[in-house]
């Protein structure tokens, strides 16, 4: 057993506020029904343990959740797992993705509208397309008069 709670009715979102993806998505799931636990880790610290379990449930490395992009210069060649793990801990913007938990699975998210396909949460119609179905233009309402 693991040591992220893991939970069929709550949506867990690990992310950066200093990434554009990770404010993305989090816009996306702030308006579902069910308990999100955004999770930003410039201000709430996980555990090496907790980026150990979520690697392994990504099937990668710890060192595959950085961006490496934004480590020019430094030969990390001959880094290990705490090496990682000392980067992510001090260094918040370097996640290359923000991670997104439900139940048992677990997946890096590299577009914010893709959070909702993984959680599956009704995007209110967005499949709706005008050219397959007619617009709805009647009145919806009784007693009510908007236009005079």
Same mark, same amino acid.
């Not at 060649?77 to 370097?94: F, R």
């Given at each position: 057993?693991?040591? #992220?709670?893991?939970?069929?009715?709550?949506?867990?979102?690990?992310?950066?506020?200093?990434?554009?993806? !990770?404010?993305?998505?989090?816009?996306?799931?702030?308006?579902?029904?069910?308990?999100?636990?955004?999770?930003?880790?410039s201000k709430t610290k996980v555990?090496?343990?907790?980026?150990?379990? #979520?690697?392994?449930?990504?099937?990668? @490395?710890?060192?595959?959740? &950085?961006? @490496?992009?934004?480590?020019?210069?430094?030969?990390?060649?001959?880094?290990?797992?705490?090496d990682w793990l000392k980067i992510?801990?001090?260094?918040?913007?370097?996640?290359?993705?923000? &991670?997104? #938990?439900?139940?048992?699975?677990? @997946?890096? &998210?590299?577009?914010?509208?893709?959070?909702?396909?993984?959680? !599956?949460?009704?995007?209110?119609? &967005?499949?709706?397309?005008?050219?397959?179905?007619?617009?709805? #233009?009647? @009145?919806?309402?009784?007693?009510?008069?908007?236009?005079?």
């Amino acid at each position: 057993m693991g040591v #992220i709670a893991r939970d069929d009715r709550e949506f867990t979102l690990i992310y950066s506020h200093s990434s554009r993806v !990770g404010k993305h998505a989090l816009a996306y799931l702030q308006g579902i029904d069910d308990k999100l636990n955004a999770v930003d880790i410039s201000k709430t610290k996980v555990s090496d343990t907790q980026w150990t379990e #979520i690697a392994e449930a990504l099937h990668c @490395k710890v060192g595959d959740l &950085i961006d @490496k992009r934004l480590l020019e210069g430094e030969d990390t060649s001959d880094y290990g797992t705490d090496d990682w793990l000392k980067i992510l801990q001090n260094n918040h913007e370097v996640l290359s993705h923000p &991670i997104a #938990i439900h139940g048992d699975k677990t @997946k890096q &998210i590299s577009n914010g509208p893709d959070v909702l396909k993984f959680f !599956g949460v009704d995007s209110a119609g &967005i499949e709706k397309t005008m050219h397959t179905d007619a617009p709805n #233009i009647k @009145k919806t309402t009784s007693g009510e008069d908007f236009v005079k």
